[in-house]
């Protein structure tokens, strides 16, 4: 199938590939130096004093989990609409995730105000999902978990650097963890990084990324140390170089893709105003100051309630625009059956879940290829409710 309009489409370029040469040159391909140019560099853009990259956003948030203090028998916080890692990471540890509802459809992020009626005495953390982008409502998340006594995870894989009252996401919870996965505002494949401000959980993380090793394979080759122990039981979560090298050459280029973002998210709500195609806003102008900033990831809209989403998906199909949906919600998953049962209703999440569509968003995307899209989109709604 070739796409007229791609749902989503990397940008790299020269700078990218001079970059991932480099450790070749350098005959230096597993995690050394460029990796730690690349965490210094992200902490920086961040605001956190510690960035670590790992080789996935899943490996991050299950070692999020296990820095949260996470173990059988807890409870973990999440939204039902993310994707399944954000839930899965729970499980890793033994601990059972909790699902939440959305704030409504002019918000899909989690409805904050939910999160205590969903607490027990077993809740140990909650997750929250920066969707699309757009900050969920920290302060807030901050105090009800400063009054429940819970650990606060950020799962920032959309939120590549969205501010809030001028802090990064990312920089508000206890970790915070980022995907560069093919799809994402910085791409190098598969990678992540987990930021943290504790300097004891930085080092901990560190060297669970590693087998629990007490050096890495850099530091016995530059001479610094000749063995090591093993002091936790880690995993082999680390980074190496090459992917490093593109991921910091992206990270250099973020500000161009994310003003090209903010262009393409302006067009859309632009040609969709007052049609029946409706674009969440996420609460954003209500909850933002003057100087935060966006880093739109995916564009999601919601058709009106009662249209058959697979003849809207099949007439963009035909017109050569490729679209999904984000998400079916994690509890209505089979590996999931029965989670949260009685623990509330997650009612408008199934609702507004049935109605979200992904348009697609990529910082090369022209305004007239959006044209075409919402050209598209447009008479494919009138035809479904005529
Ligand atoms: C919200 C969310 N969390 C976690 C992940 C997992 O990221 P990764 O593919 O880097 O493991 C993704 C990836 O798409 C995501 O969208």
Not at 5 to 20: K, S, T
Not at 103 to 131: C, F, M, S, W
Not at 284 to 312: F, T, Y
Request: proline share 5%; with cysteine.
């Amino acid at each position: 199938m070739q796409w007229r309009v791609p749902l989503f489409e990397p940008d790299f370029g020269p700078i990218e590939m001079e970059a991932v040469m480099q450790p070749l040159r350098d005959q230096w391909i597993t995690m050394g130096e460029t990796t730690a140019r690349l965490e210094a560099k992200f902490a920086e853009r961040c605001g956190v004093k510690h960035a670590i990259a790992i080789n996935n956003c899943t490996a991050a948030l299950h070692l999020a989990m296990i820095g949260a203090g996470v173990g059988p028998g807890d409870e973990v916080i999440v939204p039902t609409l993310t994707f399944v890692a954000t839930a899965n990471a729970v499980r890793y540890v033994g601990a059972e995730p909790v699902f939440c509802d959305s704030a409504g459809p002019h918000n899909l992020n989690i409805d904050v105000e939910q999160i205590t009626e969903r607490i027990t005495p077993r809740t140990k953390a909650v997750i929250v999902v920066h969707y699309a982008g757009f900050p969920v409502n920290m302060p807030r998340v901050l105090e009800i978990a400063r009054t429940h006594g819970l650990v606060v995870v950020e799962d920032c894989a959309h939120a590549l650097f969205s501010t809030l009252q001028g802090r990064a996401c990312g920089s508000w919870g206890v970790l915070g963890c980022f995907s560069f996965f093919g799809n994402k505002n910085i791409t190098c494949g598969e990678g992540g990084m987990l930021t943290t401000n504790d300097d004891d959980l930085a080092a901990r993380m560190k060297n669970m990324r590693s087998h629990g090793m007490t050096t890495v394979t850099l530091d016995r080759f530059k001479g610094r140390a000749f063995s090591y122990d093993v002091i936790a039981h880690g995993y082999n979560y680390r980074m190496e170089d090459l992917r490093s090298a593109v991921a910091l050459a992206q990270l250099g280029r973020l500000d161009g893709f994310l003003a090209e973002r903010q262009r393409v998210r302006d067009r859309y709500q632009e040609l969709l105003a007052g049609s029946p195609v409706t674009v969440p806003d996420f609460d954003w102008e209500r909850i933002r100051a003057p100087q935060d900033r966006m880093g739109h990831h995916i564009m999601p809209v919601l058709l009106p309630s009662g249209v058959d989403r697979a003849k809207i998906t099949d007439r963009l199909k035909e017109a050569g625009v490729q679209s999904s949906f984000h998400y079916p919600p994690v509890h209505r998953f089979t590996a999931f059956a029965g989670c949260s049962l009685g623990r509330g209703s997650l009612a408008r999440t199934e609702a507004l879940a049935a109605r979200e569509l992904t348009l697609p968003m990529f910082p090369t995307l022209t305004n007239e290829q959006v044209g075409l899209v919402c050209g598209a989109l447009l008479e494919a709604v009138e035809r479904a409710t005529a």
